[in-house]
């Protein structure tokens, strides 16, 4: 289905660490429209897994947007590489990406996810790299093999349906 729905998305975070985002371009807004896409699946009751890549030396994620969800650690860039990481995501969902870097571990786990026969969309203001070349370049080559790209706002808009959702005014204030 080319629109996203609550009931059949699943928001993976991906390694949104204390030590990696000082030096992400523009990474307080990828972190800011993280918060809002955790906020609306808290809202629409879409699950939610996060990754932390080396925790030991990246740290672990960011307060802004840890606690209360499952973290997944890694040492591989591609998370689908780590055995446990597919059985933690429902095959029927469609894979909603946000996190850091765009044109590493995003780039390979979105790669990898995609030769794992998941639909995946990445959330193109929602990911960070340290030079904004480097997340363009990630953006279409994830494109190129398959993945679809929203924005935060495209996201929330879609998970809500219609004006009538009874959380409307809720989720427009997360994008206001």
């Given at each position: 289905m080319p629109i996203l729905t609550a009931d059949s998305s699943f928001l993976l975070v991906v390694d949104f660490q204390?030590?990696?985002m000082p030096a992400i371009d523009h990474g307080a807004d990828a972190v800011a429209n993280a918060r809002r896409l955790l906020d609306a699946?808290?809202?629409?009751?879409?699950?939610?897994?996060?990754?932390?890549?080396n925790p030991d030396g990246l740290g672990a994620t960011v307060p802004e947007l840890a606690g209360?969800?499952?973290v997944f650690h890694k040492m591989t860039f591609d998370a689908v590489r780590t055995p446990g990481f597919l059985d933690r995501i429902p095959a029927d969902r469609e894979i909603v990406v946000a996190g850091c870097e765009t044109h590493v571990c995003v780039l390979q786990t979105v790669l990898g996810l995609l030769d794992a026969g998941r639909r995946v969309q990445v959330v193109s203001?929602?990911?960070?790299?340290?030079?904004p070349d480097n997340k363009a370049a990630g953006l279409h080559r994830m494109e190129r093999h398959g993945a679809g790209t929203v924005t935060t706002e495209m996201a929330v808009f879609e998970w809500l349906g219609s004006a009538e959702h009874p959380r409307f005014r809720e989720a427009i204030r997360l994008i206001k």
């Open positions: 204390a030590r990696l699946a808290a809202l629409f009751a879409v699950p939610v897994l996060f990754t932390e890549q209360g969800h499952p203001d929602a990911v960070g790299s340290r030079r």
